[in-house]
Structures are given as C-alpha cells and as structure tokens.
C-alpha cells in the first residue's frame, strides 16, 4: 500500500496506533494527491507568507491536483468521501495552514453552499470555475460586530423590484478584496437570512485587505463595504430561508479544521523529532536524553488523540450519524492540543525554532487562527455544554 511518508514510520513514528493503516482506493489517491502537494509548496511558501502574499500558481496547482472536490461532485469529478476529505486537509496544513485554509474557504464554503442550496443556473455559472482555480470565491458571514454571534448579522438586504439592494460591512473575510465572487449573507425585510451571489466589481460593493496579520498570511482576509449594492433577483441563493441553513455549511468545515489542526500538529511533531536525531549536544544527539524521549512521547499522545478524533468523525460522517455537537468537540479538542504540540516543537528547537526556514513557527501561529476561525474555543464548548446539560449559555 503506497501510503504516505508521513505516517509510514520511515521518519518518526506518527501514526502510532495504525488508525490509516486501512486507507485505500480513491481515498488512498486523494491523500497521495494532496501529499505530492508539498514538493510545490514547501520550496516557495514562507517567501510568500512573509511578503504576505497568496501564491496564486499555488492555489491553480490544487486545483489540478482536484484538491478542491471536498464532498462535491463537480464537472465530473468524483466527490471525495469524508474520510479522504479529512486527509486532504491534514496533508495540506500538515504543508501550510494559508492553503489548507484556501480549501477551506474555496471548497468548503463557497462551493458548499453554492453546490447545497443554489439553483442550477448558479451551479453551472460558478462550481465549474472555482473547482478548476479560475474564479477565486468568499464567504462574507462575519461583520466588524458580529463574530461568534453572526446570528445576529446586521447587512440588509431590500427586496427593489426584481432586484435586492445590499448594505452593511463583512470583516475578515477571505479573498473578499482579490477575488471573484463573493457569497453576502445578509437579514431581509422579513428577519430571515438570505444569501447573495456578489461579483466582486459590482457598483457599492468595496473591498480593502487587512493589513497586520501575523499569521495565515498566504491567504488575505478583508473588511468588506457594501453601499447600496444593487443585484438582480437570480443572484439570490434560492435554498437558504434561514440561519440554519448556514449552519449546516459551518458545521461541515469545523470538521475540516480538527483535521487542520491534526496536520500542523503533525508539521511541529515531525520536525522536533528530526531535530533531535539530529542536533548534537553535550557530545550526543538530542533524542538520547530522557527529557527530549518524554517531550516527544507526550507530543505524540497528543498527535494521536488528534488523530483518533477527526478518524471517528469521519467514519461517522460516512455513516450519516455526525452531529454539528461532535464537530465541536472535535474542533475544541484539535486545535487545543495542536497549539500545545508546536509550542513544544518551537521550545525544542531553541533559538532554531523561531526561523521560518525550520517551519514550525509558521504552523505555530497559524494554529492560532485555527484555535478562533468556525467557532472560538469557548464557543465550541458551550455547544458542547448545551448538550450535556440540556441549556443554552449564549444569553
């Protein structure tokens, strides 16, 4: 089974408890896929992470590598499962969080929801196009105001003869100011949740890149303004009615960020153990003192519940059974333990793990988006609480 380095023990030893070992087939194909990814991306990204720059021959090259087929079936192409889907996007941040973070937003947002509740006309004019890379799709829920709370989203939209009249702002949002299409939710006259289909050179719809970030910073993220935005009536997405329709797409990518989180806990993982095969002191490698031994043990406990996690949530997601509750936990639990995991790696290789060249702290701060994006933490949790006890503690 030609399964992929990272977890054959060729290297460390990664996947400890042998949970891929079964991995095949088509699922097989598209982590290998998105594993010959590396030798593109590896070489060039932390140039363009610290011009903070999207590597757009980066983002054409996924697409030809049909990295964006995340539970769709699109052109042909076949849909990958939830199992292959969730090894994609551990492979990919396992690379880069800023593209593993592009899969996320292109494939499992924007098409989502355009693929789940858009009309046919809608599908033909946009999957095609944003499955092969050519259009550059965004997805403006979150508001300078509203982040954890975006049910309480404040962009209007007016129905004007047979066309909608958009106003309000949209805040970190990804490629909301360098791409194509942008997918506005906004509250109609009647309190409901309608989505739009916004050209992104429509009149009344700005856009400027926020400037300042210190992590993701290979993909853009925008505030965006929409003033009297005017779209005919066909721009609406005809299946949404309500918040909870936009639920169903959020839950899905909360699943895909436990595997994220796997990846770059994996990255730091990996790269602490080489390390210190590696990094001779005092006379002898690293990995020969008890310490270096109990901190890479520790990191890979860590790794593995990771890994335990998004390998349930996948095989429940196959059998129809995942509940948005169990993404939460997912979600919380991941990205907890990756942040811990690549502080470890950063602190194991001293003065070292501060270059971007060594790349762990490149996944360190990028899990701190990770850690807020699709749900903070304490968010997640009281989803989880709300479960358990039977009562909402948002108000």
């Known amino acids: 089974m030609n399964t992929p380095a990272s977890l054959t023990g060729l290297g460390p030893v990664t996947d400890y408890y042998r949970l891929f070992d079964d991995v095949a087939g088509a699922d097989l194909d598209a982590w290998n896929a998105a594993r010959s990814f590396e030798a593109d991306c590896l070489p060039v990204i932390n140039d363009y992470w610290e011009r903070a720059e999207t590597p757009r021959p980066l983002v054409n090259r996924m697409a030809e590598l049909g990295l964006f087929n995340d539970g769709l079936s699109v052109g042909g192409r076949a849909a990958f499962s939830p199992l292959a889907a969730g090894l994609v996007m551990m492979e990919v941040a396992r690379i880069d969080g800023s593209m593993g973070s592009i899969i996320a937003v292109q494939a499992g947002l924007v098409m989502r929801a355009i693929d789940e ?126 918040f909870k329709d936009v639920s169903k797409v959020l839950s899905a990518t909360r699943s895909s960020v436990a595997w994220m989180a796997l990846g770059h806990g994996i990255a730091c993982y990996e790269a602490a153990a080489e390390h210190a095969a590696n990094r001779i002191q005092f006379g002898k490698p690293l990995a020969h003192f008890q310490l270096i031994q109990q901190r890479l043990s520790d990191m890979l406990i860590k790794v593995t ?91």
């Open 305 to 395: 519940t990771m890994a335990l996690h998004c390998r349930r949530i996948a095989d429940l997601d196959a059998a129809g059974t995942l509940t948005p509750e169990m993404a939460s936990m997912a979600k919380v639990n991941n990205t907890r333990l990756a942040r811990e995991v690549a502080a470890d790696a950063r602190d194991m290789l001293g003065g070292s793990g501060i270059l971007l060249e060594n790349h762990v702290i490149r996944h360190m701060v990028d899990m701190e988006t990770l850690h807020t994006y699709e749900g903070t933490d304490a968010i997640q949790s009281l989803i989880i609480g709300r479960t358990i006890t039977g009562k909402s503690a948002f108000v």
């Open 117 to 242: 509740y858009g009309s046919e006309e809608q599908k033909a004019a946009y999957l095609e196009d944003l499955a092969t890379g050519r259009k550059l799709g965004s997805f403006g829920l979150t508001e300078p105001d509203h982040g954890s709370d975006v049910v309480s989203l404040e962009t209007s939209a007016v129905r004007d003869g047979d066309d909608w009249v958009l106003n309000g702002q949209k805040r970190w949002i990804g490629f909301g100011a360098t791409g194509d299409v942008t997918i506005i939710w906004a509250r109609t006259e009647d309190g409901g949740v309608a989505g739009f289909l916004v050209d992104q050179d429509t009149p009344g719809y700005s856009a400027e890149v926020i400037t300042g970030k210190a992590c993701l910073r290979a993909i853009d993220q925008s505030l965006i303004t929409l003033t009297d935005c005017r779209v005919p009536d066909s721009a609406r997405i005809p299946g949404v009615s309500s």
